[in-house]
């Protein structure tokens, strides 16, 4: 069966500095991975998506970037934190081909508090 | 811009009641899902909708698809205190090049004995 990870699970990070958060998935290959944040006053928001190693997509321009250096990994980056980075990110993975439901999991999430 | 609203955004009822979720999606979409998060954990799917009149059940819930209308609901029946948590629905854009979801608000749902 599959599984998604990330880690941390909590951060407490000053406003500046940087920022690496992981995901990874076992039991399935080729997924589609997908980063997004759940902050207070804007609900759920897609950040970045990947269909594949090195292949990312951003959907809303930020402070963050993201990477997929192997097949199941995918980090979320910054230089820089802002106050406004705070916020719940989850990582999820879906099929990358013949789902008909396309659907996505979720990891168990990190909660970011930028101070 | 693919825009879901759902409400109410807040819901407190009584066990044993019924009550239904609401959520309007503003341009066609070929996938409609249904979640739950539980304070302070991650999203869990309860269904995924495909097509137009589309009718799934899972207990004391249930979701059905109207796309004509872009229209899904969740049905709550004879709630129970265990079924208190934040729901959610998202649709994904299938115009675009974007695979991710677009979530709506989520409805936060109290049930109290």
């Known amino acids: 069966s599959q599984t998604i990870h990330q880690w941390p699970a909590t951060l407490v990070q000053p406003v500046g500095s940087p920022l690496s958060l992981e995901c990874t998935v076992e039991?399935?290959?080729?997924?589609?991975l997908y980063w997004y944040r759940q902050a207070a006053g804007r609900g759920l928001q897609l950040l970045f998506y990947?269909?594949?190693?090195?292949?990312i997509s951003s959907e809303v321009p930020q402070n963050l970037s993201a990477s997929r250096p192997q097949d199941r990994q995918f980090i979320l980056s910054s230089k820089k934190l802002l106050l406004s980075d705070s916020g719940f990110y989850l990582c999820a993975w879906s099929h990358l081909a013949g789902d008909p439901y396309n659907e996505q999991f979720f990891g168990p999430g990190t909660r970011l508090t930028v101070l | 811009e693919l825009k879901v609203e759902q409400n109410p955004l807040f819901l407190s009822m009584q066990e044993g009641k019924n009550y239904t979720i609401y959520c309007n999606y503003s341009t066609t979409s070929d996938r409609l899902y249904w979640y739950r998060q539980d304070p302070g954990k991650s999203l869990e799917s309860l269904f995924v909708l495909l097509s137009n009149g589309a009718v799934k059940q899972e207990g004391r819930l249930m979701a059905s698809l109207d796309t004509k209308a872009r229209l899904s609901t969740l049905h709550i029946t004879a709630a129970v205190h265990d079924l208190s948590a934040t729901y959610f629905c998202?649709?994904?854009?299938?115009?675009?090049?974007?695979?991710?979801?677009?979530f709506g608000k989520g409805t936060h749902l109290i049930i109290q004995p």
């Open positions: 990947s269909v594949g190693i090195g292949q």
């Open positions: 039991g399935t290959s080729n997924p589609n």
């Open positions: 998202a649709v994904r854009y299938s115009g675009g090049g974007a695979d991710g979801l677009t």
